[in-house]
């Protein structure tokens, strides 16, 4: 990996993110076997200390009827820890 890339990852986004905000999150591995997707997610809200948003675009290109999948358009609530970086 690049040493500098790495670098930039472990940097806290500062300030932290705000509603409206587009970032980027990966998902926690699930299923069998676990998988893990990217999704940019404008922010809408923050509730009991998870982020409220909506997916704006995301890697999955399985069928929109498989349940479980994160689809564009579709509310996710999200842990900090999960944010990879604000989308410009």
């Known amino acids: 990996m690049d040493e500098e890339l790495f670098e930039r990852a472990l940097t806290p986004l500062t300030p932290a993110p705000q509603s409206g905000d587009r970032v980027l999150l990966v998902t926690v591995p699930t299923g069998t076997p676990p998988e893990s ?10 509730n009991a200390g998870h982020y409220v948003g ?3 675009d995301t890697d999955v290109i399985e069928p929109a ?3 479980g999948k994160y689809r ?3 509310e996710v609530i999200f842990l900090r820890e ?6 410009g």
């Open 37 to 46: 997707h990217q999704l940019v997610v404008r922010i809408t809200g923050l």
């Open 54 to 56: 909506v997916v704006a």
């Open 65 to 67: 009827a498989q349940p």
């Open 72 to 74: 564009p358009g579709e």
């Open 82 to 87: 999960h944010v990879q970086g604000r989308v």
